[in-house]
């Protein structure tokens, strides 16, 4: 058996005490360093949040520091010994490297993850009258010394809460009624709409069925900060309504939101009975000048359709992207939309007028990394068969401003 003499034990041991001394946490979510969340969390529902943890530490270690946490907390109250309502086992850890030239100043450190809360979580806190979560992490760099952090996420007041959540939960219940089609506009008749902000909106479902029993869906709404990347939708009104009798009926939204500039989605969707159907979803932007009717910007470089074929659902626009631009919306006029249609050539390539006073009869919205797009069954359908039309493409950046147009063309439908 190899003996290990006292002295090397010491040795080790000195050099780990000393390592530990090397790295160390000496601020974290303070003053210049604040911590941050992307955005606060709806009530019963599973959402993913954004957590950036800032700091600094000492590290006059030649191999830098490890900073580690190994779980998170969700806490009500006080985030240091409130009531814990969930955990999140993932562990957090980054490297930090090292000052050489300055052993005792402090080296800053951002430490990125991405959080879900449970809907259970949420809903638990809301049931307790709170209106904030606190995420806790504790925080440890090789050494006994830790410090804890805590992030605050705010509980979103104006989601009907739990009645909404609760119904969604649900289990489907059998039901007589089948849905033979569900169209989407505004109740303006239109299925694209530019409003002032405060101005009122809402949507409209009309729905063709058979049979007879309950439907039970949700209208949902998602903001203009949250469309980046995959929309988060919010509920803001449960439908749950017996449909018998007639084969027709119109559900309507509540009020839509408009408290802000930007790009909104709106959907109805449906929980029972189950519908196979194209998304039902549409798009709304709100500005500050809603017309903008005297504002000019630059002509999109857009390629029409061939006509050398009838327009259906198949038909194909193509554009030149357009920098910063969050979505392109196609839209279709059934009349010439400012004043007097000019004689002889309108679709000039001179700086385009950025709104007019007459809404889009139909239109289509486009995700803003696309540069293409085909009409559509929803398109088509309320397209007049016989009719003509004029339409032009439209570029929005996040914030509902118009970012350029193509030239107004006309089309004929067959």
């Not at 000195?14 to 160390?24: M, V």
């Not at 080296?107 to 949420?122: D, G, L, Q």
Request: proline fraction near 6%; glycine fraction near 8%; include cysteine.
């Amino acid at each position: 058996m190899k003996i290990v003499s006292m002295a090397w034990i010491l040795a080790v041991a000195t050099w780990l005490a000393g390592s530990s001394a090397h790295a160390q946490i000496i601020s974290l979510c303070e003053g210049m360093n604040a911590c941050s969340s992307n955005r606060g969390v709806a009530v019963g529902i599973d959402t993913r949040v954004m957590l950036s943890w800032r700091g600094e530490a000492i590290v006059a270690s030649p191999t830098g520091g490890r900073l580690v946490s190994d779980q998170g907390l969700f806490r009500i109250g006080d985030p240091r010994k409130g009531e814990t309502l969930g955990s999140v086992k993932s562990p957090l850890f980054q490297s930090i490297g090292t000052q050489r030239e300055r052993e005792k100043e402090a080296v800053r450190f951002t430490v990125n993850e991405t959080v879900r809360v449970p809907s259970e979580v949420s809903r638990r806190a809301a049931d307790a009258g709170a209106t904030e979560l606190h995420f806790v992490r504790q925080f440890s760099m090789g050494g006994d010394a830790t410090m804890i952090a805590f992030q605050t996420i705010p509980l979103q007041p104006s989601v009907p809460g739990r009645d909404i959540a609760a119904m969604i939960d649900e289990e489907p219940r059998s039901t007589g009624v089948r849905l033979e089609r569900v169209s989407l506009l505004f109740d303006r008749a239109s299925v694209t709409e530019t409003i002032d902000v405060a101005e009122t909106l809402r949507a409209e479902a009309r729905i063709r069925y058979q049979g007879a029993g309950l439907i039970n869906a949700v209208w949902e709404v998602a903001m203009p900060a949250s469309i980046q990347g995959d929309p988060f939708f919010v509920p803001i009104a449960r439908v749950r309504d017996y449909l018998g009798g007639t084969r027709e009926v119109t559900l309507e939204s509540p009020v839509l939101p408009s408290r802000e500039a930007g790009i909104y989605r709106v959907r109805l969707r449906v929980l029972e009975p189950s519908l196979v159907t194209d998304e039902l979803l549409l798009s709304y932007r709100v500005t500050e000048e809603s017309v903008q009717q005297r504002q000019r910007v630059p002509t999109l470089d857009m390629a029409p359709p061939s006509q050398l074929r009838p327009i259906d659902e198949n038909t194909e626009f193509r554009w030149q992207p357009v920098r910063d631009a969050d979505v392109y919306r196609l839209e279709f006029y059934d009349q010439w939309p400012d004043g007097e249609l000019p004689e002889g050539r309108f679709n000039d390539t001179m700086p385009q007028q950025a709104g007019f006073a007459l809404s889009p009869s139909t239109g289509l919205m486009v995700d803003g990394g696309q540069s293409s797009a085909r009409l559509g069954r929803a398109v088509v359908h309320r397209l007049r068969p016989g009719g003509s039309y004029y339409w032009r493409l439209v570029a929005i950046d996040g914030e509902g401003r118009v970012l350029g147009a193509s030239p107004l063309q006309s089309l004929a439908i067959p």
